[in-house]
T-cell receptor, first 111, second 115 residues
Framework: DAKTTQPPSMDCAEGRAANLPCNHS???????VYWYRQIHSQGPQYIIH???NNETNEMASLIITEDRKSSTLILPHATLRDTAVYYC????????????FGGGTRVLVKP | NAGVTQTPKFRVLKTGQSMTLLCAQD?????MYWYRQDPGMGLRLIHY???????AKGEVPDGYNVSRLKKQNFLLGLESAAPSQTSVYFC??????????????FGAGTRLSVL
């Protein structure tokens, strides 16, 4: 699985968009970008994933650069409940095996 | 729709005691996983199962056993608990195929302390 690099922490104002970057310069052609988050003391929660195209769902948007070496998770209107550690994971889209959670980005949404 | 349910939520054991953690999913997922998470660390895979009656070792399997007698249940057993097994345990499940493959859905966790 390709290695990912994320900033260790970032703050965001409530109601504003939160843009979380992730670098994955060694990503291969069949690897997807997945985003999960873990709110304190809870199990990880799937947010979104993509291969090449930008993706949007009810939680967030995922912007993947054309060369696929980096991506950005966008929380359009951050709320206090979005305070969590966000993990960018790159792996093949086949089922099974582990998810490798790196350090992630600790996001603090402030009032 | 309950998703992934773990029982118990909390447990305190004495060294040498045994216990079983239960994970149940109602999404008809083929794959199920057990992870542990130590303070300030990421998740580490203990064991996983690709279907009823089959299990496989993850990266930290020692001291644990698992069983998957029914598709919806995945049990994690500690035969002789040790303080090093104090951790938060998460169960997850995922589909085998289709667009949602490799999206893992997690339970709320079991907090285990071994004294």
């Amino acid at each position: 699985d390709a290695k990912t690099t994320q900033p260790p922490s970032m703050d965001c104002a409530e109601g504003r968009a939160a843009n979380l970057p992730c670098n994955h310069s060694t990503i291969s052609g069949n690897e997807y970008v997945y985003w999960y988050r873990q709110i304190h003391s809870q199990g990880p929660q799937y947010i979104i994933h993509g291969l090449k195209n930008n993706e949007t769902n009810e939680m967030a948007s995922l912007i993947i650069t054309e060369d696929r070496k980096s991506s950005t998770l966008i929380l359009p209107h951050a709320t206090l409940r979005d305070t969590a550690v966000y993990y960018c994971i790159v792996r093949v889209g086949a089922a099974g095996n582990k998810l490798t959670f790196g350090g992630g980005t600790r996001v603090l949404v402030k009032p | 729709n309950a998703g992934v349910t773990q029982t118990p939520k909390f447990r305190v054991l004495k060294t040498g005691q045994s216990m079983t953690l239960l994970c149940a999913q109602d999404m008809n997922h083929e794959y199920m996983y057990w992870y542990r998470q130590d303070p300030g660390m990421g998740l580490r895979l203990i064991h996983y199962s690709v279907g009823e009656g089959t299990t496989a070792k993850g990266e930290v399997p020692d001291g644990y056993n698992v069983s998957r007698l029914k598709k919806q249940n995945f049990l994690l057993g500690l035969e002789s608990a040790a303080p090093s097994q104090t951790s938060v345990y998460f169960c997850a499940s995922s589909y085998l195929s289709g667009k949602s493959k490799n999206i893992q859905y997690f339970g709320a966790g079991t907090r285990l302390s071994v004294l």
